[in-house]
């Protein structure tokens, strides 16, 4: 949409109210859920491989993992965001703001393995404000996100971007049509899903990869409600429903969403499950979570490294929302090679059914020498 917003002066007051409350939480302590997942179990791993997708027998296969270098299950690295969701949204503010995550990126210090018990502190880390072409108001607002085990050692660091986007009745933030899959695409689809592939115990040493390699790509979607519902329950519940819910959202009304018919407001997260909410946040459908869509991501990398290798840092940029519907494929392409470290680095794109790059990405990975 190219059309100038013509912004309400009244809700510009509340946004610049919502920006001073904001900037004065930069550097501070700021926790929006709990913790999740604080022991690393067989039960937690597994529920959330389920919830993301991702079927790799280092997580899931006792036997398996045992005869790995960790001799036990190890947690998939995304399995941080069960810990704690790397996402805050400032601060709790009658404001008219639409939340759209804009990035991910988390870096690891060690593998996570069952048995670990953890705990996070999270923070603001930073808030700036842009414009866009529209003249839409895009704040963004920086986490930063601690993850220790009980020895207080860093298991890893987070950083997640989320853009507050001015919210102008229902007028539309994204305009495209849900796509609906031919008899010929769930034939691909099909195909797709049964040739992937992982390397597992396998071992790929640093010195066999060669810049511009390409790793074996992945496809996941069509995007639906099923899928929504396992990553809800693999990183945890968002919202408290009923009495209980709406007297919480009055207390942080930023993070609700109106369903439209009813003029009634629930908690943001299920505008991704809720064709209505969705139509109230000015998009044609319900739509992708984009953390959700870091842990789909991670896969690709993990199934290509095998069981040896070790993925280190893991970074990509929504450009697009994802609607239900959505088939995208992930591929990767090793972009360098670090020889003092052992480190390779991946460049990543996500590229959905009409053409388009929804998601692109880095990583880097250490992998043993020969």
Request: proline share 6%.
């Amino acid at each position: 949409m190219n059309e100038t917003l013509e912004i309400d002066p009244a809700i510009d007051a509340e946004i610049d109210a919502w920006v001073e409350r904001t900037r004065e939480l930069t550097g501070k302590e700021v926790r929006e859920r709990e913790t999740w997942n604080h022991d690393v179990t067989a039960d937690s791993i597994r529920h959330f491989a389920y919830g993301t997708d991702d079927d790799n027998p280092l997580w899931t296969d006792p036997e398996h993992a045992a005869r790995s270098r960790h001799g036990r299950l190890v947690a998939p690295p995304a399995y941080l965001v069960s810990v704690l969701y790397p996402m805050l949204h400032g601060a709790p503010m009658k404001a008219p703001l639409a939340s759209l995550i804009g990035g991910v990126k988390y870096e690891w210090r060690r593998p996570i393995l069952a048995g670990d018990r953890l705990r996070a502190v999270s923070k603001q880390g930073d808030h700036f404000e842009k414009r866009n072409k529209q003249g839409r108001r895009l704040n963004f607002v920086i986490s930063e996100i601690t993850y220790l085990d009980a020895t207080d050692q860093v298991v890893g660091v987070a950083a997640g971007t989320m853009i507050m986007a001015t919210q102008v009745g229902h007028a539309v933030m994204f305009e495209r049509t849900p796509h609906r899959c031919t008899d010929a695409e769930l034939a691909e689809i099909e195909r797709a899903f049964r040739a992937e592939t992982r390397r597992g115990a396998d071992t790929l040493f640093f010195e066999d990869v060669t810049i511009g390699d390409t790793l074996a790509p992945i496809v996941r979607g069509p995007l639906t409600i099923g899928d929504m519902v396992a990553w809800n329950a693999g990183i945890g519940p968002s919202y408290k429903a009923g009495r209980w819910g709406f007297l919480d959202l009055q207390k942080a009304p930023h993070a609700a969403s109106l369903i439209p018919p009813l003029n009634f407001p629930v908690k943001y997260s299920q505008q991704h499950e809720d064709s209505n909410i969705a139509a109230g946040r000015g998009m044609p459908a319900p739509f992708d979570n984009g953390v959700m869509r870091f842990a789909w991501v991670a896969p690709l990398v993990t199934n290509w490294m095998g069981d040896d290798g070790t993925l280190s840092n893991l970074e990509i940029q929504v450009r697009a929302p994802g609607l239900y519907g959505d088939i995208v494929t992930y591929a990767a392409t090793v972009a360098g090679k670090d020889e003092e470290r052992g480190v390779v680095s991946l460049d990543i794109t996500g590229t959905n059914q009409e053409g388009g790059v929804p998601t692109v990405g880095k990583a880097e990975v250490e992998l043993p020498r020969r």
